[in-house]
């Protein structure tokens, strides 16, 4: 038997008339041409016109005189050898008829042509697919190109017909059904550029709507979910409704999902179905569902979104703040957003935005409620005005222990008396958490730093640090407990317990992301003070450049650390750029308790540069605030060393005698201000041209136990400086260097992250051995470089002019220079050789 073209005419036009892939006609036509028929699958998705195809293939075979059985159930299935069986939607099949078909195509007495979905779930379908390929390749439909379509339409296509297929093309995603369907609405006019394809759209979507309504539930729910937002319904592991969804004809493979079909499930969208997709956590974009809603607010959408961000505040405050932004579109509660929108946006660092939203809710009628007072508070803390957090609980009176925990840190900063007895109608804490312990903690501790008779402060503090950090609140208050902590250590001249307390509050993301540049901020002073710029560098270098804007008291901060860094390590030509920069932090910040460190930094900078008049009316307000508080002297002592260095900076004994006294009052009451009274009167000798080496070594070594070694290495060099004995000026000059190490010795520092940067540049050791020059004479080199004298390159590296001129003569004889132009110029070049070596370190010194 064959089955020729002139035999299927009655077929033929029926088959023409459906859109098929080019490749899938090709194998019809030869299919047509075979002497006999052979096992055929025609394998297409839900609409893509498998049935047609067999229909025709049955006709064919009919009017080539062929008895095709078309088999619906097992009592059809023919007994007799050499039959024909034709079987559409076999996947609908059970296993038993299935192998029945399986056992007589293996045994040569049936042939079978069957019809089927793509990836069957039933195994005795795929093996019986599987043997029926053996045959012949099967014929695929389900998925057209334009290249289809177009030859399909038979004639050349003008531009504008292309462009119109390409139009319809991109809307159906070249899905078999839809795409003959929009032909089908677009009819014969192809196509004159005037085709009412928002008509064909809305057609498509009621069709693409009742297909959808005809799914089994799950399937409909996820199909839909899948349009609204792919992303998470691929999260939600809908593997297996990816593959029903293009079995059905509405997905591609692998989930994607097409254009119109997104438009149709967009468009027909209730808040009820959006609600029950967003419980399921099929549907999670926050800009998806306030896009659906299109306007419409439903409170459940709202809260749902709500509680979502409040699940996300901790662990991804932007997420949170999306979401809240669509719980506020989709109709939530004026009173229920404020304070959340507030979280949000403190917790990725935009101080005003939050202190926007928390001052929308101190403008209601009702009460605020402690935790929008602690925002308050918080914000005009990071704003640089702490005063004014503390009006905040003033005005609003805090109720619970943990927010007047608050108060006190605001108040006591600032110089307002003790709010403690103030009146409340809160009842106590009676369960303690360690977020209530931490306040206690810091409470009592930060009250003690205040009393010259406690001395337990210290350890309180660093227990209200660890337990904060435990508690895991990332809520906002005006000071961390950690840089409290730090800074009473810092006042104790404890520096190493301020670097452990901040180290160990950095490694447990103390107070949430919000915290991260300002904890880091204070490392990077406490490296300034030890002695260790590279970690200073690398923590001041990631704040800086982790995109994230900097609060006005941060910013005070971290130009303390960038000038305290130049000052100590720089050249001098370099401190006076930086003080340009660096006041106009000054001006935008009010001083409080917590920044008299950075100000001594500013005014010993000031001072240095000759403009300390730009810091002396914020060094009176300093004084102000310390007499406000009764003059403690924990807080005091290194305010009044700073004043007391400016002062031998600008060569005022009228000033340093002040200050020098103010140390002396205080060092009853304070270890660290009798040991830097003791200082003051050794400086205060050197400076009158009094040299006594063993107490001006005495006094440089007892002000770098205490966290200043780069004073004490500055009193050993004064005394060098006025000494004229050699032996003095040797012994002097080594403790300076001694106490001012070289960085070059250090192992190299890898810079912490906010979130993530890699690691700071450090010199390699076992390079530096291979160079020209020593690194003592580098340092040599680059100073001669810059015209230094012999005086001035002795004062900037702690040696002798005597010294420094020996350095040079060897210099000379090791690279061979004949003059002093040609000393220059391999100097140049020999700098130059060790600056392309990954060994390369500027070191700048002062």
């Given at each position: 038997?064959?089955?020729?073209?002139?035999?299927?005419?009655?077929?033929?036009?029926?088959?023409?008339?459906l859109?098929?892939?080019?490749?899938?006609?090709a194998?019809?036509?030869?299919?047509?041409?075979?002497?006999?028929?052979?096992?055929?699958?025609?394998?297409?998705?839900?609409?893509?016109?498998?049935?047609?195809?067999?229909?025709?293939?049955?006709?064919?075979?009919?009017?080539?005189?062929?008895?095709?059985?078309?088999?619906?159930?097992?009592?059809?299935?023919?007994?007799?050898?050499?039959?024909?069986?034709?079987?559409?939607?076999?996947?609908?099949?059970?296993?038993?008829?299935?192998?029945?078909?399986?056992?007589?195509?293996?045994?040569?007495?049936?042939?079978?042509?069957?019809?089927?979905?793509?990836?069957?779930?039933?195994?005795?379908?795929?093996?019986?697919?599987?043997?029926?390929?053996?045959?012949?390749?099967?014929?695929?439909?389900?998925?057209?190109?334009?290249?289809?379509?177009?030859?399909?339409?038979?004639?050349?296509?003008?531009t504008a017909?292309?462009?119109?297929?390409?139009?319809?093309?991109?809307?159906?995603?070249?899905?078999?059904?839809?795409?003959?369907?929009?032909?089908?609405?677009?009819?014969?006019?192809?196509?004159?550029?005037?085709?009412?394809?928002?008509?064909?759209?809305?057609?498509?979507?009621?069709m693409?709507?009742?297909?959808?309504?005809?799914?089994?539930?799950?399937?409909?729910?996820?199909?839909?979910?899948?349009?609204?937002?792919?992303?998470?319904?691929?999260?939600?592991?809908?593997?297996?409704?990816?593959?029903?969804g293009?079995?059905?004809?509405?997905?591609?493979?692998?989930?994607?999902?097409?254009?119109?079909?997104?438009?149709?499930?967009?468009?027909?969208?209730?808040?009820?179905?959006?609600?029950?997709?967003?419980?399921?956590?099929?549907?999670?974009?926050?800009?998806?569902?306030?896009?659906?809603?299109?306007?419409?607010?439903?409170?459940?959408?709202?809260?749902?979104l709500?509680?979502?961000?409040?699940r996300?505040?901790?662990?991804?405050?932007?997420?949170?703040?999306?979401?809240?932004?669509?719980?506020?579109?989709?109709?939530?509660?004026?009173?229920?957003?404020?304070?959340?929108?507030?979280?949000?946006?403190?917790?990725?660092?935009d101080?005003?935005?939050?202190?926007?939203?928390?001052?929308?809710?101190?403008?209601?009628?009702?009460?605020?409620?402690?935790?929008?007072?602690?925002?308050?508070a918080?914000?005009?803390?990071?704003?640089?005005?702490?005063?004014?957090?503390?009006?905040?609980?003033?005005?609003?009176?805090p109720?619970?222990?943990?927010?007047?925990?608050?108060?006190?840190?605001?108040?006591?900063?600032?110089?307002?008396?003790?709010?403690?007895?103030?009146?409340?109608?809160?009842?106590?804490?009676s369960?303690?958490?360690?977020?209530?312990?931490?306040?206690?903690?810091?409470?009592?501790?930060?009250?003690?730093s205040?009393?010259?008779?406690?001395?337990?402060?210290?350890?309180?503090?660093?227990?209200?640090s660890?337990?904060?950090?435990?508690?895991?609140?990332?809520?906002?208050?005006?000071?961390?407990?950690?840089?409290?902590?730090?800074?009473?250590?810092?006042?104790?001249?404890?520096?190493?317990?301020?670097?452990?307390?901040?180290?160990?509050?950095?490694?447990?993301?103390?107070?949430?992301?919000?915290?991260?540049?300002?904890?880091?901020?204070?490392?990077?002073?406490?490296?300034?003070?030890?002695?260790h710029?590279?970690?200073?560098?690398?923590?001041?270098?990631?704040?800086?450049?982790s995109?994230?804007?900097?609060?006005?008291?941060?910013?005070?901060?971290?130009?303390?650390?960038?000038?305290?860094?130049?000052?100590?390590?720089?050249?001098?030509?370099?401190?006076?750029?930086?003080?340009?920069?660096?006041?106009?932090?000054?001006?935008?910040?009010?001083?409080?308790?917590?920044?008299?460190?950075?100000?001594?930094?500013?005014?010993?900078?000031?001072?240095?540069?000759?403009?300390f008049?730009?810091v002396?009316?914020?060094?009176?307000?300093?004084?102000?605030?310390?007499?406000?508080?009764?003059h403690?002297?924990?807080?005091?002592?290194?305010?009044?060393?700073?004043?007391l260095?400016?002062?031998?900076?600008?060569?005022?004994?009228?000033?340093?005698?002040?200050?020098?006294?103010?140390?002396?009052?205080?060092?009853?009451?304070?270890?660290?201000?009798?040991?830097?009274?003791?200082?003051?009167?050794?400086?205060?000798?050197?400076?009158?041209?009094?040299?006594?080496?063993?107490?001006?070594?005495?006094?440089?070594?007892?002000?770098?136990?205490?966290?200043?070694?780069?004073?004490?290495?500055?009193?050993?060099?004064?005394?060098?400086?006025?000494?004229?004995?050699?032996?003095?000026?040797?012994?002097?000059?080594?403790?300076?260097?001694?106490?001012?190490?070289?960085?070059?010795?250090?192992?190299?520092?890898?810079?912490?992250?906010?979130?993530?940067?890699?690691?700071?540049?450090?010199?390699?050791?076992s390079?530096?051995?291979?160079?020209?020059?020593?690194?003592?004479?580098?340092?040599?080199?680059?100073?001669?470089?810059?015209?230094?004298?012999?005086?001035?390159?002795?004062?900037a590296?702690?040696?002798?002019?005597?010294?420094?001129?020996?350095?040079?003569?060897?210099?000379?004889?090791?690279?061979?220079?004949?003059?002093?132009?040609?000393?220059?110029?391999?100097?140049?070049?020999?700098?130059?050789?060790?600056?392309?070596?990954p060994?390369?370190?500027?070191?700048?010194?002062?």
């Amino acid at each position: 038997m064959s089955i020729s073209k002139t035999t299927t005419e009655a077929a033929h036009g029926d088959l023409e008339a459906l859109l098929l892939p080019r490749g899938a006609r090709a194998l019809l036509d030869a299919y047509t041409d075979t002497p006999a028929p052979l096992p055929l699958a025609v394998i297409g998705t839900a609409g893509s016109g498998k049935s047609r195809v067999l229909r025709h293939v049955f006709a064919a075979l009919r009017a080539a005189d062929a008895s095709p059985v078309v088999l619906t159930h097992a009592a059809d299935l023919p007994t007799d050898d050499g039959a024909i069986v034709l079987v559409d939607d076999a996947h609908l099949l059970d296993d038993a008829v299935l192998s029945q078909l399986s056992e007589r195509l293996h045994a040569g007495t049936a042939t079978v042509l069957l019809s089927t979905r793509p990836d069957p779930a039933s195994l005795v379908l795929r093996a019986l697919l599987d043997d029926i390929e053996r045959h012949q390749p099967p014929v695929l439909l389900g998925h057209v190109s334009v290249a289809d379509v177009l030859a399909h339409l038979g004639t050349a296509p003008s531009t504008a017909c292309r462009d119109c297929v390409s139009t319809l093309f991109t809307a159906t995603g070249g899905l078999a059904w839809l795409t003959a369907e929009a032909l089908a609405l677009h009819g014969d006019a192809f196509c004159d550029g005037r085709c009412d394809r928002e008509e064909i759209t809305r057609s498509l979507h009621d069709m693409i709507s009742h297909r959808i309504d005809s799914l089994e539930p799950s399937l409909r729910l996820a199909v839909e979910a899948l349009c609204l937002d792919e992303r998470s319904a691929l999260d939600a592991a809908l593997g297996a409704a990816c593959a029903a969804g293009y079995d059905a004809g509405l997905l591609q493979r692998g989930g994607r999902t097409v254009p119109v079909v997104r438009e149709a499930v967009r468009a027909r969208v209730t808040p009820d179905r959006l609600l029950a997709l967003y419980s399921a956590r099929m549907v999670k974009d926050a800009s998806s569902v306030q896009a659906l809603l299109g306007g419409v607010t439903d409170a459940r959408v709202a809260a749902a979104l709500l509680a979502d961000g409040d699940r996300e505040l901790s662990r991804d405050p932007r997420r949170a703040a999306e979401l809240f932004d669509a719980a506020d579109r989709a109709g939530a509660s004026p009173r229920d957003l404020p304070l959340r929108r507030a979280r949000a946006a403190w917790a990725v660092g935009d101080v005003d935005a939050a202190g926007a939203f928390v001052d929308a809710l101190l403008a209601a009628p009702d009460a605020p409620g402690d935790e929008a007072l602690d925002m308050a508070a918080a914000v005009w803390a990071m704003r640089g005005d702490i005063s004014l957090g503390a009006q905040v609980y003033a005005g609003g009176v805090p109720e619970t222990a943990e927010s007047r925990a608050k108060w006190l840190v605001a108040a006591v900063a600032s110089g307002h008396p003790d709010p403690a007895d103030a009146p409340v109608g809160a009842p106590a804490r009676s369960i303690p958490t360690a977020h209530g312990v931490s306040l206690d903690l810091l409470s009592r501790g930060l009250r003690s730093s205040l009393d010259a008779t406690e001395r337990d402060g210290l350890q309180d503090l660093v227990r209200a640090s660890e337990m904060y950090t435990a508690s895991g609140s990332d809520a906002p208050l005006p000071e961390l407990p950690a840089v409290i902590a730090a800074l009473v250590a810092l006042h104790l001249g404890e520096a190493a317990v301020a670097q452990r307390v901040l180290d160990a509050a950095i490694d447990g993301a103390q107070g949430g992301p919000w915290a991260a540049p300002r904890l880091l901020l204070w490392r990077a002073w406490v490296a300034v003070q030890c002695e260790h710029a590279a970690e200073a560098e690398a923590a001041l270098r990631a704040v800086t450049t982790s995109g994230r804007p900097l609060a006005a008291r941060d910013r005070l901060l971290a130009d303390a650390v960038e000038l305290g860094l130049v000052r100590r390590n720089g050249q001098p030509s370099e401190l006076p750029p930086v003080w340009q920069r660096a006041q106009q932090s000054l001006l935008r910040a009010q001083i409080d308790l917590f920044t008299l460190v950075p100000l001594g930094e500013f005014a010993v900078s000031a001072a240095k540069v000759g403009e300390f008049s730009a810091v002396r009316s914020q060094v009176e307000q300093a004084e102000r605030l310390l007499a406000d508080l009764g003059h403690p002297a924990l807080w005091a002592a290194s305010l009044q060393w700073s004043a007391l260095h400016a002062s031998i900076l600008l060569g005022s004994p009228e000033e340093l005698t002040v200050h020098a006294r103010a140390l002396r009052a205080a060092a009853e009451r304070s270890p660290l201000a009798a040991r830097l009274a003791r200082a003051g009167r050794v400086w205060t000798d050197v400076l009158t041209g009094v040299v006594d080496a063993d107490a001006i070594e005495e006094a440089a070594t007892g002000l770098a136990k205490c966290g200043f070694a780069w004073d004490g290495a500055r009193l050993a060099s004064h005394g060098a400086n006025k000494s004229d004995d050699r032996r003095v000026i040797a012994r002097l000059l080594a403790c300076a260097r001694q106490l001012h190490p070289r960085e070059r010795a250090e192992a190299p520092v890898a810079a912490p992250t906010i979130p993530e940067t890699g690691p700071v540049a450090m010199p390699s050791r076992s390079a530096e051995n291979h160079s020209a020059l020593s690194e003592r004479e580098r340092e040599v080199a680059a100073l001669v470089l810059q015209g230094k004298t012999y005086a001035e390159i002795g004062e900037a590296i702690f040696i002798s002019p005597r010294t420094a001129e020996h350095h040079i003569a060897r210099i000379r004889r090791r690279l061979g220079a004949t003059s002093r132009s040609d000393l220059m110029t391999r100097l140049r070049m020999a700098l130059d050789d060790d600056a392309r070596t990954p060994v390369a370190l500027t070191e700048r010194v002062g």
